[in-house]
């Protein structure tokens, strides 16, 4: 079965850091590029950053610019998303997203995680 699985979500004092990882099981993440999303409640949902199969190329949402940075090790079929200086505003579930390519659109990826949460709040 094709899993991926965020973890390393939790609740974070304004400024402060967490490391996402997004986990494959079932198939390699070689092939394909990793984005990462977020939702707040009553928000839809919105592209953060996404890393290409290769590792050569991401972009970032103007938002977390400077602040997030998206990585990969292919070795251990896993995505990674530092995340620092958060803010409040940083609050959602955090969902991880495999595709062919990069895209801004929830519709291009096809195969999704189950989501992690990350609460930004003193």
């Known amino acids: 079965q094709l899993q991926l699985v965020e973890s390393g979500g939790g609740l974070v004092q304004p400024g402060g850091s967490l490391r996402l990882s997004c986990a494959a099981s079932?198939?390699?993440?070689?092939?394909?590029?990793i984005g990462w999303f977020r939702q707040a409640p009553g928000k839809e949902r919105e592209g953060v950053s996404c890393?290409?199969?290769?590792?050569?190329?991401?972009n970032y949402a103007d938002s977390v610019k400077g602040r997030f940075t998206i990585s990969r090790d292919n070795a251990k079929n896993t995505v990674y998303l530092q995340m620092n200086s958060l803010k409040p505003e940083d609050t959602a579930v955090y969902y991880c997203?495999?595709?062919?390519?990069?895209?801004?659109?929830?519709?291009?990826?096809?195969?999704w995680g189950q989501g992690t949460q990350v609460t930004v709040s003193s």
């Open positions: 997203a495999a595709a062919e390519g990069c895209g801004r659109l929830p519709q291009k990826y096809d195969y």
């Open positions: 079932g198939f390699t993440l070689d092939y394909y590029a």
């Open positions: 890393i290409s199969s290769s590792g050569g190329s991401t």
